[in-house]
């Protein structure tokens, strides 16, 4: 019984132990074919025993086509590059009995000819005595990783394209990236002279306490913070930039490092402060207008009033009379003040259009005549243009430089004259304009000084010395030249107006902008 | 012994009693007859009762300004001379006042002589 009991129970430890090996094996088979790498394993001499289904597909060879072949028949492996051959891992690992990589850039050549970049890996296997009995090679398809690689190099190439500054900084606060737009903004000639630094190096002392306080606290808890900062460059100098600061973490949600992109807002700047001048200026144009308007009728009134107790006068108290004279001349200066500031005024923050100059001095010499008598005069207009040709530019600045210097030449000629005004084509891109008289002239000291403010040639009564340099800052800003030309006194003057014409548009418009 | 011409009248529309004061003293020195009005309204209204041979008419005035009280005025007297008194060189309103038939333009402030020169040659076209 007892006898019988033994061999009972060791038929049933038997038993027992198959049914665990055969278990173990059909769970290592299944766990094999459900890995979703490729996996081969192989005897001590290179064999192949089994292959997963992964490795079916990548290698092209079914598990019973394979099975016992020697692995290079299956496994053919070349440099991505050089297209030479490479030997596969398992013999390394045959021979040192250690795990082996592949190296970089290694393709896959399938039964069917398909190429395909692989990664892979080879371990050893020991039985229980650590006696070597075969290995196992792991691989992978990498075609999708390396399209993803390729996508990140683009984006990689678009941010190093990019001209603003992209960076990446360690939760220290350390930079470990930088474009090189940003290399260039900061004035670097290499990232490797900025890489390393503190993101707040890169600002304004005055600035660390908003970065710190505000920017990286509000960035890491609502994901992004834009601002404006003033950003050091290497050498010193300062520029404006706006700012994005945004945390970068991992996929549990950890902060990993912080991203910065930084754009240049000197040019922004520079604008908005022009705009910010011109709406200055246009308050003061209006405030000048409405205070001139104004003034006109008591002036009106003092020099009225002065004339007419002159007249009452006559010579009876000569030293009244002359303070009546003098107050006669000073309320006269004022009054030509008045109206060089209100032309002044009108020239200011207006828009600028397509100007016809033959209309325009045909205006001027109209407004001038309200003014003053041109009766006598000769005057000549002759325009030698197509109709086509026009100007782009601020109409009622350039009136008012008209008018002022028709206003001159009447005034330089005492009675009779001859005024002549002629638009010629100068070259390409230039008009020449002539204004010319035939009156006193200038002396050539005086004619050096005449675009100098309050440097009136004119006597007391005439000038306020502001006219023509008014007129020369509106050229200019049009891109153009002014200058005065005379054989001396007594010989007449000439002023020549050089302005760029409509096909030179864009250089207009640039000059307007300073 | 009474003077054989009729003395010119004149209707002056201006909002600044000074001016309109100084004005009046010039032109009478001149021998024209004089009336005076501080706004638009009243000037429509002496230039219906006096029937002036010329207007001198300010363009700025408060409430109803110089264009339009000429407006009002040109509805029913086309006949009366108008000469306009403005600001230095103001090309806008002197456009504005192109179809009102305004004779001279005068701007402000002016010389005596002028004033009276302008008038002169207005009343002579």
């Known amino acids: 019984m007892f006898g019988l009991l033994g061999i009972y129970e060791n038929i049933t430890e038997r038993k027992r132990m198959q049914d665990d090996l055969a278990r173990r094996e059909a769970e290592m088979r299944t766990t094999l074919y459900s890995i979703g790498d490729a996996v081969i394993s192989l005897d001590i001499n290179g064999c192949v025993l089994l292959m997963n289904p992964v490795a079916e597909q990548l290698t092209g060879w079914s598990e019973p086509e394979a099975h016992g072949k020697r692995l290079e028949e299956v496994f053919c492996l070349i440099n991505e590059k050089t297209r030479a051959k490479i030997d596969n891992p398992v013999t390394l690992v045959l021979n040192s009995g250690r795990n082996a990589t592949m190296m970089a850039h290694t393709v896959l050549i399938a039964s069917d000819g398909t190429e395909r970049p692989i990664g892979d890996s080879a371990a050893p296997i020991f039985d229980q005595a650590h006696q070597l009995t075969g290995v196992v090679l792991v691989f992978r398809d990498l075609t999708k990783e390396r399209a993803a690689e390729e996508v990140i190099l683009d984006q990689l190439a678009i941010i190093e394209t990019y001209q603003g500054l992209v960076a990446l900084a360690d939760m220290d606060g350390k930079l470990i990236y930088i ?10 000639t290499q990232a490797e002279e ?48 706006s700012q994005t600061v945004f945390p970068i973490r991992d996929p549990q949600g950890n902060l990993r490092h912080i991203g910065m992109i930084i754009t240049d807002i000197s040019q922004q700047k520079a604008l908005q402060e022009k705009l910010l001048i011109s709406e200055k200026l246009a308050v003061m144009g209006r405030l000048v207008a409405d205070v001139s308007h104004e003034i006109n009728n008591p002036l009106a009134i003092i020099i009225g009033r002065t004339q007419l107790m002159l007249s009452q006068s006559d010579g009876q108290q000569p030293p009244l009379q002359c303070q009546l004279e003098t107050l006669l001349q000073n309320a006269q200066r004022c ?13 200011i923050s207006k828009q600028e259009a397509a100007v016809n100059l033959p209309d325009l001095i045909r205006e001027a010499l109209d407004a001038v005549s309200y003014q003053y008598d041109m009766s006598t005069l000769e005057v000549a207009v002759a325009c030698n243009l197509s109709a086509y040709t026009k100007i782009i530019g601020n109409k009622d600045a350039l009136l008012s430089v008209f008018i002022n210097l028709i206003r001159n030449a009447r005034q330089a000629m005492t009675q009779t004259g001859k005024l002549t005004i002629t638009i010629t084509m100068e070259n390409e891109s230039q008009l020449r304009i002539e204004i010319h008289d035939t009156g006193i002239g200038i002396s050539k000291s005086c004619l050096e000084k005449i675009f100098q403010p ?52 864009t250089q207009v418009i640039n000059g307007l902008e300073d | 012994m009474k003077k054989a011409v009729t003395k010119q009248k004149i ?38 009762q006096e029937n002036p041979d010329l207007i001198v008419l300010d363009l700025r005035m408060p409430e109803m300004d110089g264009i339009e009280t000429l407006q009002h005025i040109r509805k029913t007297d086309d006949q009366v001379i ?32 002028q004033l009276v020169s302008v008038i002169g040659k207005a009343l002579d076209l």
């Open chain 1, 179 to 188: 474009n090189a737009g940003g290399t260039k903004l900061l004035g670097a």
């Open chain 1, 194 to 241: 900025i890489l390393a630094k503190n993101m707040t190096d890169l600002l304004e002392p005055t600035d660390f306490k908003r970065f710190t306080d505000e920017a990286l606290p509000v960035a890491i808890k609502e994901r992004v913070w834009n601002g404006e900062h003033t950003l050091k460059r290497m050498d010193g100098t300062r520029i404006p930039v």
């Open chain 1, 335 to 347: 009054k030509t003040i008045l109206s060089n500031l209100l032309t002044y005024s009108r020239t």
């Open chain 1, 454 to 505: 309050f440097n009136s040639g004119w006597q007391q009564d005439k000038g306020t010395g502001l006219g023509l340099v008014t007129s020369l800052g509106i050229i200019e800003t049009h891109g153009g030249k002014l200058w005065a030309e005379s054989a001396g006194e007594g010989q007449g003057t000439k002023f020549i107006i050089l302005l760029p014409h409509r096909n030179r548009k």
């Open chain 2, 11 to 48: 209707l002056l529309i201006d909002d600044e009693s000074d001016l309109l004061e100084l004005i009046k003293e010039i032109l009478e020195r001149e021998g024209y007859q004089i009336f005076c009005a501080s706004n638009g309204a009243a000037g429509i209204l002496l230039n219906e």
């Open chain 2, 82 to 113: 108008v000469v306009i008194l403005t600001g230095y060189g103001c090309p806008d309103t002197i456009r504005d006042a192109v179809d009102l038939n305004v004779s001279e333009y005068l701007s402000k402030p002016f010389e005596n002589k």
